[in-house]
């Protein structure tokens, strides 16, 4: 027979998994702590804390539609664009009624900004990727589009550059380009699909 002790580890377990191991209050610092993860850039550990909110029923009970938003903005800040287009999806699907609350709209306008400041930088890498067409050899004109890939958040054209950086010449300033992958691989996390596939192509340019 299993003893108590196995009991409450065994409803210790249920507990936390359902979000009764939570208070309220606790709840909340997730939350804000998210929200504070996104704003400086820690993507990875935003999308972690949201999308363990969205597993305690009794927080989505009344939070669901402010946490969606709130994933979706961290992952088009992360630069997982089609992530944040499936969340926002998820949200107008599941919470259309809560979509005029003010906390709501307020994210969802911060992300509607990030999705028309993305098109506005895209048109910039646009016009230095036609630069770089005239010169395809320049690694030097190739990382400058990557470190303004990767300062206005565009994260999948900063990676796609670095990569072809190392195909010309893995050496370049020094690896730079390596050491410039690993920390936008650092920054996103290692479960966002744009490392995963990353990771990929790196590892067939250095092996």
């Given at each position: 027979m299993p003893?108590?002790?196995v009991f409450e580890t065994f409803f210790g377990t249920l507990e936390k998994l359902s979000g009764?191991?939570?208070?309220?209050?606790?709840?909340?610092?997730?939350?804000l702590e998210a929200v504070n993860q996104i704003n400086t850039k820690n993507f990875a550990d935003a999308i972690k804390q949201l999308k363990q909110l969205m597993e305690s029923e009794h927080w989505i009970e009344g939070h669901g539609a402010k946490t969606l938003a709130a994933l979706s903005w961290a992952y088009i800040k992360s630069g997982d664009k089609n992530s944040a287009i499936?969340?926002?999806?998820?949200?107008?699907?599941?919470?259309?009624?809560?979509?005029?609350?003010?906390?709501?709209k307020l994210i969802v306008q911060e992300v509607?900004?990030?999705?028309?400041?993305?098109?506005?930088?895209?048109?910039?890498?646009?016009?230095?990727?036609?630069?770089?067409?005239?010169?395809?050899?320049?690694?030097?004109?190739?990382?400058?589009?990557?470190?303004?890939?990767?300062?206005?958040?565009?994260?999948?054209?900063?990676?796609e550059t670095l990569l072809d950086i190392m195909k010309i010449d893995r050496?370049?300033?020094?690896?730079?380009?390596?050491?410039?992958?690993?920390?936008?691989?650092?920054?996103?996390?290692?479960?966002?699909?744009?490392?995963?596939?990353g990771r990929k192509k790196m590892q067939k340019i250095l092996y």
């Open positions: 003893n108590e002790q009764l191991g939570y208070s309220p209050e606790q709840h909340q610092q997730i939350y499936q969340t926002l999806q998820d949200l107008q699907n599941k919470y259309e009624k809560d979509l005029e609350q003010d906390d709501v509607q900004k990030e999705f028309d400041q993305k098109a506005a930088e895209t048109s910039k890498l646009d016009e230095m990727m036609q630069k770089l067409e005239n010169n395809p050899e320049n690694n030097d004109l190739r990382l400058e589009i990557a470190q303004y890939a990767i300062e206005s958040g565009s994260y999948e054209h900063a990676i050496n370049f300033q020094n690896k730079v380009a390596n050491k410039l992958l690993l920390d936008v691989f650092a920054k996103l996390g290692a479960t966002n699909p744009l490392v995963i596939q």
